[in-house]
């Protein structure tokens, strides 16, 4: 699952009588039937997974009578509905105006940063817009994605900053141990946990092992929308550069927590800006020195660096040199990974999440 729908697992324990309308079936719709909610597929043949986010909104021409029957049935979902919650871009942006029409309030969860790094200008337009005419609140993780979506449009006074939220429960053994069970190797090891694309900024790891002599690189995740291309040519980077036997490529895995226990330090390499920064949550919680690009939310998190080490995008040299800082000298980072982990742990929790957000949709219930 994307980090999105994570977040939309988490959310729903406070609603478990609620009812889930999906475009598609897989583990979301299997994680939300398990917290006891009811699952309604949109109709085969929906299928919208050639519409991505970075794509001309031409391109939805092809597909008018698929979108117009899927909000047709969404209009037909909302009437036995109090609040209508839409997930994501495609949810929000096909659930605005058969909301609006059955007269049901919407709000809109937006998971990602309004701003040109990721949509084109029209884009951006449009969806501000929408959300001003047609969500009574919009549901950012970070205010560096609530200033993103002002900036594109969009009413400051639509706008409520809910943190995304998660536990982690830490594995007791000591790291030396959890590598041996998990197969790493030893010696100096970082990792870096994020699905595989471009803006994600994994190429530019690899370009900093370069310059790091002995230091090994786990890299796990996949390539969830499309971006097989480009997790190709992080290998063909690693060959060229001469660090091949030194980047292990773990694909996708259900066991981060312990990986990264296991490693030395966690990089966020983020390229663009991230509207939060899950990894960089969990990093925290695992109790081990962060290394990320200040780009986004990632300095909200890290209080401006106090909590981990912030690096301009795109820079593999400043990369290298924060992490060989961090493996020359580990106890001078303990405190800071010590009260990055208390942070994460007071302001980034799994059940604080779920009650800022149960009680804005009982607040949107109350006065619709």
């Not at 609140?137 to 994605?145: C, E, H, I, K, L």
């Not at 690189?217 to 480009?230: P, Q, R, T």
């Amino acid at each position: 699952m994307s980090g999105a729908e994570l977040v939309l697992r988490d959310v729903v324990g406070a609603w478990p009588d609620s009812q889930a309308f999906l475009f598609e079936g897989g583990p979301l719709a299997d994680a939300l039937r398990e917290a006891g909610l009811t699952i309604r597929l949109a109709a085969p043949g929906a299928d919208l997974s050639g519409l991505r986010r970075d794509v001309s909104p031409l391109h939805a021409l092809p597909v008018l009578g698929r979108l117009a029957r899927l909000a047709w049935d969404l209009a037909g979902a909302a009437r036995g509905c109090d609040v209508v919650y839409a997930n994501s871009q495609k949810a929000f942006l096909l659930a605005a105006l058969p909301t609006r029409l059955v007269g049901r309030p919407l709000v809109w969860h937006l998971h990602d940063i309004l701003d040109g790094a990721h949509f084109g200008r029209a884009q951006r337009i449009i969806q501000a817009r929408l959300a001003n005419a047609c969500a009574v609140r919009v549901v950012v993780p970070s205010r560096a994605a609530a200033e993103a979506f002002v900036q594109a449009g969009g009413r400051r006074d639509r706008v409520t900053v809910v943190p995304n939220g998660l536990d982690l429960t830490l594995d007791p053994r000591p790291a030396a141990e959890l590598r041996a069970e998990l197969g790493l190797p030893v010696g100096p090891l970082v990792g870096v946990f994020s699905r595989l694309a471009p803006w994600k900024g994994q190429d530019v790891v690899i370009e900093a092992l370069a310059a790091v002599p002995g230091l090994r690189c786990v890299v796990v995740g996949s390539a969830l929308f499309g971006e097989d291309a480009y997790a190709a040519t992080l290998r063909d980077l690693a060959a060229a550069r001469g660090v091949s036997d030194r980047v292990l490529f773990l694909g996708q895995r259900s066991d981060v927590p312990r990986l990264m226990q296991a490693v030395d330090a966690v990089v966020h390499p983020s390229v663009d800006p991230e509207p939060f920064g899950r990894t960089l949550v969990e990093a925290m919680l695992a109790g081990v020195p962060v290394v990320a690009t200040d780009a986004g939310a990632s300095s909200e998190i890290l209080d401006g660096g106090a909590l981990g080490t912030l690096v301009p995008p795109r820079r593999p040299d400043r990369i290298a040199a924060a992490l060989s800082e961090i493996l020359d000298r580990p106890e001078a980072f303990a405190e800071r990974t010590r009260l990055a982990r208390e942070r994460a742990l007071a302001r980034y929790g799994a059940a604080r999440m779920q009650d800022d957000l149960a009680a804005l949709i009982h607040q949107v219930a109350a006065r619709a």
